[in-house]
């Protein structure tokens, strides 16, 4: 409530005087009287400001929690809540008679082991690539390796672009020796020579999409193994991309934050960076983009840009677009998992 203050108000008063025949009366004083009325003004008029000063607060309170836990935003390692508590033994039924065995890696600086949700999905497109190669007279051994970063399934730490780096780097470094010591992920001999170069290929499945970029741009390949395919489930050209997609209003704050961001899992950036690698030399990988055509969260935009600018750097690549796919669950359908094992057929033959 406010008080106005009024005009002030001037009025002569002038005091009766009791006349006394032996006195003289005394001349009249003029005394000033100021008067002052206070109004009330309605809480009303205040309504505005206060819901302007509250929409202020809730934004930059979401700014500062969008910037302090982008890890946990980006990377949600705790999902699905049982997550820490599934076993391999839990999938086995559903593998396609494929058997899968945990391996405890040392990363630089924490740990990183395999991961069982998507084993069933995996093993049904070894089985699929299996029937592809069965009028094949070459004998062909394939060794998968699914990686459960820091701070997802068992594995120690927390997840981080710089963090992951280091995990995929890890796991390289672990093919590599196993390959080396002529070992498979059961420890039994090879039935191939263990100087021949081994044919490595990189898969990744949204975020892990930005991993395997990472990973062919920058790491260094060990010399026993080459760099042949790329598989890209689900990608998105870079963080800052998905910042604008998820927030693409103009007068939301959020999509600015990008400079703040410690993750950028930049794929735009990437694909250039890989096309200058294997510009001479060495043959450039090829690349398999699978895109979800229900994408509830990754518009096909963005897979397309990824492709036009693998294109544009005369990287081989090739577009599929899985029907009534959703982010999640492309290799849940036969179609994504065939398109996979198609793509996997291909390159081994060739």
């Known amino acids: 409530m406010?008080?106005?203050?009024q005009r002030a108000v001037t009025a002569l008063h002038i005091r009766p005087v009791v006349q006394s025949p032996l006195t003289t009366p005394p001349p009249p004083r003029i005394v000033s009287i100021t008067c002052r009325r206070h109004f009330h003004l309605e809480g009303l008029a205040l309504a505005p400001l206060y819901f302007?000063?509250?929409?202020?607060?809730?934004?930059?309170?979401?700014?500062?929690?969008?910037?302090?836990?982008?890890n946990k935003i980006i990377y949600m390692p705790g999902l699905p809540p049982n997550a820490r508590s599934e076993k391999i033994e839990d999938y086995a039924s559903r593998c396609a008679g494929i058997s899968w065995r945990e391996e405890r890696i040392r990363a630089a600086d924490g740990n990183a082991s395999s991961t069982p949700p998507r084993l069933p999905d995996i093993s049904s497109t070894l089985a699929m690539l299996k029937r592809n190669l069965h009028d094949d007279s070459r004998s062909v051994r394939l060794t998968f390796v699914c990686l459960s970063y820091r701070g997802y399934w068992t594995s120690k730490g927390r997840p981080t672009e710089k963090g992951i780096r280091l995990d995929a780097l890890s796991a390289l470094d672990w093919i590599s020796?196993?390959?080396?010591?002529?070992?498979?992920?059961?420890?039994?001999a090879l039935a191939i020579p263990t100087d021949r170069t081994g044919r490595l290929v990189l898969w990744g499945q949204s975020i892990g999409a930005g991993v395997a970029t990472n990973?062919?741009?920058e790491a260094s390949v060990p010399q026993n193994l080459e760099l042949d395919s790329i598989i890209l489930e689900t990608p998105f050209t870079s963080i800052r991309a998905m910042l604008e997609v998820l927030y693409p209003q103009k007068w939301l704050p959020y999509k600015y934050l990008w400079p703040f961001l410690r993750n950028q899992l930049d794929s735009w950036k990437n694909f250039g960076l890989i096309s200058e690698r294997y510009y001479k030399g060495k043959a450039r990988p090829?690349?398999?983009?699978?895109?979800?055509?229900?994408?509830e969260l990754v518009p096909a935009a963005l897979s397309q840009k990824l492709y036009d600018r693998a294109e544009a750097l005369e990287i081989p690549v090739e577009r599929k677009a899985v029907e009534s796919a959703f982010h999640n669950d492309t290799m849940f359908r036969?179609?994504?998992?065939?398109a996979v094992s198609d793509f996997l057929a291909r390159r081994i033959r060739e």
């Open 2 to 5: 406010h008080s106005i203050r």
């Open 52 to 70: 302007g000063g509250l929409f202020v607060a809730l934004w930059t309170w979401k700014c500062c929690m969008l910037v302090t836990f982008q």
């Open 177 to 188: 020796r196993q390959h080396r010591n002529g070992k498979n992920i059961d420890s039994k």
């Open 215 to 217: 990973l062919a741009a």
């Open 286 to 295: 090829r690349m398999l983009i699978l895109e979800a055509a229900k994408d």
């Open 334 to 338: 036969a179609e994504g998992r065939r």
